[in-house]
């Protein structure tokens, strides 16, 4: 992923300032139940939705196939003076590490749409996941918004619901619905289809986050007042992210 290219300065200031994803991980949170036991972040990332679900009171562990990834999240972990259990880990193959029916919780959250394989994830969430336990799973909706954002996360594909649907075999699905419709997806719109191939000429989010900018003191606390806003309309499922919470029973 081109995003990982970038400065770890400029990482870290993205992924936890980003108002997307703080609006998609207060959401996560929303769905989860109370803590009571073992939850696993699929495709952790920096770990962002690991180290919430931590505070919160869950026994977290979190996997990510990237090596260098998965130290940088130790030491951010470090830093919250929270309890998580890291692993480096392909989550699309079987690993003795994560045995059948041990978490309370699974989250995977923007992962699937980097993967070829994306179903033998949702077959291993599914096989590791309690009877009774609960997934939050996001991804991007609707393959007609996909755009240079998309290239540039590594994104692979962006889901219709027939085809994301079929993650959810043997599950029993209690919400789905979008979030980012309509001032999110009109601003995403604006930026990738006028403001960036016309006026920036490039995409630059080392720039973007750049300490002062414009964007990291105003255009984000905008964008994500947006995102609060459009959680009024996400039942029309027009929305930029699929957000489902399904029941193993």
Same mark, same amino acid.
């Given at each position: 992923?081109?995003?990982?290219?970038?400065?770890?300065?400029?990482?870290?200031?993205?992924?936890?300032?980003?108002?997307?994803?703080?609006?998609?991980?207060?959401?996560?949170?929303?769905?989860?139940?109370?803590?009571?036991?073992?939850?696993?972040?699929?495709?952790?990332?920096?770990?962002?939705?690991?180290?919430?679900?931590?505070?919160?009171?869950?026994?977290?562990?979190?996997?990510?196939?990237?090596?260098?990834?998965?130290?940088?999240?130790?030491?951010?972990?470090?830093?919250?003076?929270?309890?998580?259990?890291?692993?480096?880990?392909?989550?699309?193959?079987?690993?003795?590490?994560?045995?059948?029916?041990?978490?309370?919780?699974?989250?995977? #959250?923007?992962?699937?749409?980097?993967?070829?394989?994306?179903? =033998?994830?949702?077959?291993?969430?599914?096989?590791? @996941? &309690? /009877? +009774?336990?609960?997934?939050?799973?996001?991804?991007?909706?609707?393959?007609?918004?996909?755009?240079?954002?998309?290239?540039?996360?590594?994104?692979?594909?962006?889901?219709?619901?027939?085809?994301?649907?079929?993650?959810?075999?043997?599950?029993?699905?209690?919400?789905?619905?979008?979030?980012?419709?309509?001032?999110?997806?009109?601003?995403?719109?604006?930026?990738?289809?006028?403001?960036?191939?016309?006026?920036?000429?490039?995409?630059?989010?080392?720039?973007?986050?750049?300490?002062?900018?414009?964007? #990291?003191?105003?255009?984000?606390?905008?964008?994500?007042?947006? =995102?609060?806003?459009?959680?009024?309309?996400?039942? @029309? &499922? /027009? +929305?930029?992210?699929?957000?489902?919470?399904?029941?193993?029973?």
């Amino acid at each position: 992923m081109q995003v990982y290219d970038l400065p770890m300065e400029t990482i870290l200031r993205w992924h936890w300032n980003d108002p997307l994803l703080r609006h998609l991980t207060n959401t996560i949170l929303r769905l989860t139940p109370e803590p009571r036991g073992r939850a696993l972040d699929v495709g952790t990332g920096l770990g962002r939705a690991a180290v919430a679900l931590a505070r919160r009171g869950w026994q977290v562990d979190a996997l990510d196939p990237q090596a260098t990834v998965i130290e940088r999240a130790k030491e951010i972990a470090r830093e919250f003076n929270v309890a998580i259990n890291y692993f480096v880990a392909d989550f699309s193959q079987l690993d003795a590490r994560f045995p059948d029916e041990t978490y309370d919780l699974v989250v995977c #959250s923007e992962v699937l749409e980097h993967v070829e394989n994306w179903q =033998a994830i949702t077959q291993n969430i599914r096989r590791v @996941l &309690k /009877r +009774g336990g609960t997934l939050v799973l996001t991804v991007p909706n609707d393959p007609a918004q996909f755009s240079i954002l998309d290239s540039y996360a590594g994104h692979l594909r962006r889901y219709r619901w027939d085809e994301l649907a079929r993650a959810f075999d043997g599950l029993e699905i209690q919400q789905a619905f979008t979030v980012g419709f309509p001032f999110t997806r009109t601003l995403h719109w604006l930026y990738t289809r006028i403001v960036q191939p016309l006026v920036l000429r490039e995409h630059r989010p080392d720039k973007m986050w750049k300490s002062g900018s414009a964007y #990291s003191t105003i255009g984000a606390q905008i964008f994500y007042f947006a =995102a609060r806003v459009d959680d009024l309309f996400n039942s @029309l &499922k /027009r +929305g930029t992210t699929w957000i489902v919470q399904a029941r193993k029973p």
